[in-house]
């Protein structure tokens, strides 16, 4: 029987990948002032990314730290102005105010009314987690909690439901990310649910292939929503049947 509900907050609840691409769209826009091709800015740009995500992780200080890499690449003798203009581009991803994803707050709606604890569970900075929360999520006073961790590992789970007093049967973690939400639950006993989004993360998503048990894909929250209330554990995976063999002798039977 499913007693909680843990769900990521960014690109599951609020739209927060808008912000990322935005500013991406603005450090373009102003290399090519500096006659950098957007094409050669993008690529310079992943490759540093990606280096200081190892170092900074998930924390406010690696975008700015990122867009000023990228200028000095290009522009060595950049100013103080122009740097200040680029990080501007990067810190106003944490400081704006996120919308809500469509669904989200029917979907929350039908899960409380059911009787189920939900709780936020989030990656990011915690200021800004927090931020974005008192900000973006009119419903926090519905939360039973909420846990804010550098990265979501199949500890970082273990921890929380540790901390709860659930078992993992108990429970559903439902996100965005393979990575950090359906992988690491999955292994940590729960069922997971994957609301599949093109986001800022797939720049650093590594995590390949879906758990073969105890996780299913939907379209939306309001979609997985609907399926817990009704049947109580997510669906079966959806998995796309492979192509019809050419030889038709060699079609087995399925096994009953």
Known sequence: MIKAIFLDMDDTLIVNSVFYARAEVLLYGYLRHCGILEKEAQKVFTEIDKELYKIHGVSKKRMPASFEAVLRHFVPDADDEMVSCVRGFAEEIFTAKAAMKPGTIEAIALLKQHGYDLYIVTAGDRDVQEGRIASSVPFSKDLSGVFIADQKTRETYAEILRQL?????????????????????AAAGMFAVWIEAQNYAAHHETATGFPAQGAAKFSSLLEAARHIVKHGTPAAPIVLPPPAPK???NIQPPKP
């Open 165 to 185: 007093g659930l078992n993992p049967a108990e429970t559903v973690m439902i996100g965005d990310s393979l990575k950090s939400d359906v992988i690491p639950s």
């Open 247 to 249: 030889n038709k002798k």
